[in-house]
């Protein structure tokens, strides 16, 4: 056990090391407080998070190179960490800002009070997921992300599809982290320790029964898959993303899978890198299970499934749902070839997947606010009826496609480039296929809008100045990142390195 | 087999047999019944592996509180206690590739149980582990006993909201 004085400076140092996620805590209680005391008041919590999110930004902005363990090596602060917490924090700024601007919410719920104070506990939940280091920790940081997003889900309590997401998403979520949760447990038993430095050292003085450690990692990697929705763990994905106001759609799109990557990606290196050859750019992995391969399969199926049944859905929700399972295999397939070069495009990737992905949200909550619908038929002629709307949803479907000159195709640029470096030409190809696929249903949604009901005389779509402000503030960088993208991709290549420990 | 071997394996009988009444019963009364005697079978192996306090706080947290607010909470709800829970009215196909996948786990867990070489961390001397685990619990766990804490308030939020009258 420590003397006192020695914990005291070490829980000093710790605390200084932990001001975002503690300025998130702070914003969290205020805004419950807030809430309670000023019952009238329509976006009170609203302003208190986007002000939370604001003094965490600084703190993290503080953060920036930094690179140490906290809370007994508990906590890791490092580039990589520090990054997805950036496209968490932005992410999450920009889906209170989306929240304004969405009328299902103040509609049909009784109040926000409890909205914004719930993303302001989720996005603490991701920020613990995306620095933690310890199994305990990551369990606990996936449930408190799970929790608030399983009642933001059904937040709309009088609609009944949001209620029937909200309970799927439960079921699903408690199953996956009880497996997780067993998986834990075993690898615990395995090892010894619950650290994963501590794991990785282990692994590399010890040999241990492979069977058992696959089966340990695979039911882990149940936890994580559902947060990133990757298949065979995507069940709940398309009814939950349909249900969920499409704020918290967008959020569990990008934040939650953000970190689920983060913590996969941190998970995978940390445990399994062999530290011993020097050169970790391109890890060697301990121990003789090939988990390329195992993740490359992930992909494969997330990819191909996501893809494929997107083409049938009538939805504009649940083709997004649909296309975010398949963003998250391309994601994967850069993840499979376990080296820097990889990780650095997942983070380029999610960078330029935010800006879009909450662009598209948004423009569908803009139009489901006058249409009061998401069906695509609906979508008839809205090109002519709302031109701006039109015009931003084309870019960012072209975006998500990946064609040139948008961000998108930056993102998929550097994922399959990072793939052919690594060798894996059968899974590059695979995604070119896929990517081939999903311009059908993108081009569906398109379609609708410019070239069926071209005559329609129905009222023009109405909408404020201000949200129209909010669209190109998704819309530009969109544009920009497609052209102008080398700062992004030299921050993302700079945080590839995950911090090993001591 | 020795004393503590025959305790376990009836403890594991007591948790396995009434785990069962708990999911297959059909009537919800008899399931919330049948769960007091799996907490009870639990708090007994903590009793085994010398984790007395987990044991003493297993006892009184699952079923001196939510075990018996459980119980409380479908007495006070009279129409479920009448209702028959349908658990049988899925597709033959849904089962059998639940079933099959069921049994694959299973043979998998149970040949990695048999086969593995755990990690044996050398006997401490057991006395007052309800100090050792608050001592632990404020230095090097503080995190983690920091982040349950914010956790349980999400779930406090989370739950009233749910259960307000619209």
Known sequence: MLGLDQFIAELNKSISMFLPETALVIAFLVALLLDLMFKKSKNLTGYTALIGFLVTGYFLFKQMNMQSTAFSNMFVIDQFGIFMKWVILLSSIGVVLISFFTNELYEKAKGVGEYFTLIIGMAFGMFLLVGSSNLIIIYLAIETMSLSSYVLAGYTKEVKRASEASLKYVIFGAVSSGIMIYGISILFGLTGSLNLFEINRFLAANPVNNFALFLSVIMILSGFGYKISAVPFHFWTPDVYEGAPVPITAYLSVASKAAGFAILLRFFKVTFLDSVPGNDSVWTLLGSIDWHFVIAILAVLSMTLGNLVALWQTNVKRILAYSSIAHAGYMLMAVSTMDDAGVASVLIYFFMYMVMNLGAFYVVALIANNIGSEEIDDYNGLGYRAPILGICMTLFLISLTGLPPTAGFIGKLYVFSAVVKAGYIWLAVVGVINSVISLFYYVKIFRNMYLNDVDSNKSKLTYSPASIVLLFVFAIPTLYLGIFFNDIVKWASYSANIFMGK | ?166
């Open chain 2, 1 to 166: 087999m020795d004393l503590v071997g025959l305790a376990f394996y009836f403890l594991a009988a007591l948790i396995v047999i009434s785990a069962a009444i708990v999911v297959f019963s059909k009537n919800i009364m008899y399931s919330a019944f049948s769960l007091m005697f799996t907490f009870f079978g639990v708090a007994g192996l903590y009793v085994l592996l010398n984790a007395d306090f987990l044991a003493v706080t297993q006892i009184m947290v699952y079923i001196g509180g939510i075990l018996v607010l459980i119980i409380f909470g479908v007495m006070l709800t009279t129409r479920i206690t009448g209702v028959d829970v349908k658990s049988n009215s899925l597709g033959k196909i849904q089962v059998g590739i639940a079933g099959l996948l069921s049994t694959i786990i299973a043979i998998s867990l149970i040949v990695v149980f048999s086969s593995t070489k755990w990690f044996l961390s050398e006997p401490k001397v057991s006395g007052d582990s309800t100090k050792l685990i608050g001592n632990e619990l404020l230095t090097n766990y503080l995190l983690a006993f920091e982040a349950a804490s914010v956790l349980l308030l999400i779930a406090i939020i989370g739950a009233a909201f749910i259960a307000r009258r619209k």
